[in-house]
């Protein structure tokens, strides 16, 4: 992007704090247009096309997978980057790495490989995610992984507790610190939200598990649906669905972006490291559609996410998961040869890791392969 169409406050690819291996410029991109680039070349990139978050994948093939769910969150940042004049390459690739060390089946998965983890420092997907880029990727001959910019890193890692903050060095200071990261992190995070929030309604819509009629309960969705009905009288059904959730979703970005317009005229700010030093993250909804979106957000998970039949799916999940990790920690030779060699060479905490970089890296329906192999 043009250095002249961002704003101060904006993430300057010429003012990067770098990469962790140095690289010569590339010639005919920017940095994060190459973060961009190295995301989707990226084999955990490709293995989000069968995971899920919600449904499992081989439940219905019109359901979202993380692939398309990364995408709608990249479309989404992207929009609203461009509108406030921030960096929408970095958005963009920070969207398309956000998910990438999510296990198969989703919650279900990540709460029970973390269960399997308790005694050997836990597993966090976000973490897993930084884990991916900077370790997990085998594509260069100088380094392993993807060695991306401070900025795509820093994007990813959205949460992260102290005691593993500490041991990340430079991504990890700003939790010790209590900064913020930049404005096209908190764009693209809060972008992840609106897209979850309003594809689940879809989803959900369509699995049967909620109904037209709960949904007009809720404020945000019984304002354009509404308003859809009242242009639209004869609409069909489906029609009048996604008009409402196109609304939604609008209502959603044009909210954002005047809030936060509004935030930074006010501020003021005259660089990425001044939104870092600000008190508090920069980018949000005015309070109104805050409480819209948070009661939307509660509703699908009361209603969607603890399902019985969601919730049903998800104990066998957990069950796929409990007996990878007991088999794989039992007999690591069960594992690929280079999952295998590595654990041989660690003491025990470390082979736990191994495992769990093993299991995460799983698609849904090989993870399910897996367990009736082994069980
Ligand atoms: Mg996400």
């Known amino acids: ?26 010639e005919y991109r920017t940095e994060y247009q190459r973060d961009r680039d190295r ?17 499992v994948n081989h439940e219905g093939d019109l359901y979202r997978s993380r692939l398309t769910h990364s995408l709608e969150v990249a479309q989404i940042a992207r929009t609203i980057a461009c509108a406030l004049y921030l960096n929408e390459t970095l958005v963009e690739a920070i969207a398309l790495a956000h998910d ?8 279900a998965g990540q709460d029970s490989l973390n ?7 836990g597993f966090e997907h976000n973490l897993q995610s930084l884990r991916v880029v900077d370790e997990l990727e ?3 001959a100088e380094f392993s992984g993807l060695n991306l910019s401070f900025e795509t890193r820093e994007g990813i890692l959205k949460h992260c ?35 979850y929030n309003n594809h689940d309604v879809d989803d959900g819509l369509r699995s ?11 404020q945000l969705f019984q304002k354009y649906y509404e308003e859809t009905l009242k242009q639209y009288s004869k609409i069909e059904n489906r029609q009048l669905r996604y008009e409402t959730i196109r609304r939604m979703i609008n209502a959603l970005v044009n909210d954002l972006i005047k809030t936060t317009n509004n935030r930074l005229k006010e501020l003021n700010l005259e660089s990425i490291d001044a939104v870092r030093q600000h008190s508090s993250p920069i980018a949000g909804f005015s309070d109104a559609m805050l409480e819209q979106h ?10 969607l996410y603890r399902h019985e039949k969601v919730l049903e799916m998800t104990g066998q999940a957990k069950a796929v998961i409990k007996l990878l990790f007991k088999q794989y920690m039992e007999h690591p030779k069960k594992m690929p040869e280079e999952f295998y060699q590595k654990a041989l060479m660690c003491k025990y905490k470390n082979k736990a890791r191994i495992v769990a970089d093993y299991i995460s890296g799983m698609t849904d329906r090989f993870a399910i392969h897996e367990h009736k192999r082994l069980a």
């Open 1 to 26: 992007m043009d250095f002249h169409q961002l704003a101060p406050f904006a993430a300057h690819d010429t003012l990067s704090r770098g990469r962790r291996y140095q690289e010569s410029k590339p």
């Open 39 to 55: 995301v989707i070349h990226s084999t955990a990139f490709r293995r989000l096309v069968y995971k899920t978050q919600v449904f």
């Open 100 to 107: 990438l060390g999510h296990t198969p089946f989703g919650h």
């Open 115 to 121: 269960d399997c983890m308790k005694e050997y420092g």
């Open 138 to 140: 085998v594509k260069y």
């Open 161 to 195: 507790s102290i005691k593993n903050a500490r041991e990340l060095g430079d991504v990890g200071e700003r939790f010790l610190k209590g900064e913020q990261f930049s404005l096209e992190a908190q764009v693209a995070n809060i972008a992840d939200a609106i897209a």
């Open 208 to 218: 049967g598990f909620i109904s037209i009629d709960q949904l007009r309960e809720q």
């Open 294 to 303: 948070i009661e939307l957000k509660s509703f699908l998970m009361k209603n």
